[in-house]
């Protein structure tokens, strides 16, 4: 089955600088990779999410890569703020009914004013 | 728009009980999910609901069951209750016309197991 890797685990930024955390993926057959961040006491809320035929996805301060080939996916935060202060979670599925996300273990970031 | 909202937030059982988990999807979707997550980890798939019929689980033991009623609502049961069951359950809603993307989730039910 699909098996998500993410590094780094914790990641300590000034405000104003980049963060950018990675994964891996194991299953070739996957196409649909969503980027979660969640608050204390929250759920997960989707920010952004690719798809396997399209290689970078920008948002405002936020963009997406993926390496087909490689396996692996970015997520790219710029000019952070303390309000991006949270646990971010990759995930990878296969884009088809019934499929289900495969989550990476988070990554906690930490951005000091 | 009031998302996906679950009940209860909190709950704390003992070892050996039973517990019911309930979760209103987000207004439009039909399919919902249910994950498991465990402190300092990602979360985990249990299983899914479409037609008020699981259609995909995950690696969790018959002791977790679920129901989706047909206004789409859902409910997760886990019987004799664990230690290693203590953790934020999760419950997901999603469009069948997304197949499997945007998925909304709810702020969960906190579990406790003594």
């Known amino acids: 089955g699909e098996n998500v890797e993410q590094h780094p685990s914790t990641l300590s930024v000034q405000e104003g600088d980049s963060a950018v955390i990675k994964c891996t993926y194991s299953?070739?057959?996957?196409?649909?990779f969503p980027w979660y961040k969640q608050e204390l006491g929250k759920g997960p809320q989707l920010i952004i999410d690719?798809?396997?035929?399209?290689g970078e996805k920008k948002d405002q301060r936020i963009a997406v890569t993926l390496n087909k080939t490689a396996k692996h996916f970015s997520l790219h935060i710029t000019e952070t703020q303390p309000e991006d202060s949270a646990v971010y979670f990759c995930a990878a599925s296969k884009n088809q009914a019934g499929t289900a996300l495969i989550f990476g273990k988070g990554t906690t970031l930490s951005v000091s004013s | 728009d009031a998302g996906v909202t679950q009940s209860p937030t909190h709950l704390i059982k003992t070892r050996g009980q039973q517990v019911t988990l309930r979760c209103s999807p987000k207004?439009?979707?039909?399919?919902v999910s249910w994950y498991q997550q465990a402190l300092g980890q990602g979360p985990q798939f249990i299983f899914q609901?479409?037609?008020?019929?699981?259609?995909q689980r995950g690696n969790f033991p018959d002791r977790f069951s679920g129901h989706q009623f047909p206004n789409y609502s859902s409910e997760l049961n886990v019987n004799a209750l664990l230690l290693g069951d203590s953790a934020l359950y999760l419950c997901a809603s999603s469009p069948e016309a997304a197949r499997g993307e945007k998925l909304f989730f709810g702020s969960g039910t906190q579990l406790s197991v003594l």
């Open positions: 207004s439009g979707h039909d399919t």
């Open positions: 609901y479409y037609e008020e019929e699981e259609r």
């Open positions: 299953d070739s057959a996957s196409n649909y």
């Open positions: 690719i798809r396997s035929n399209v």
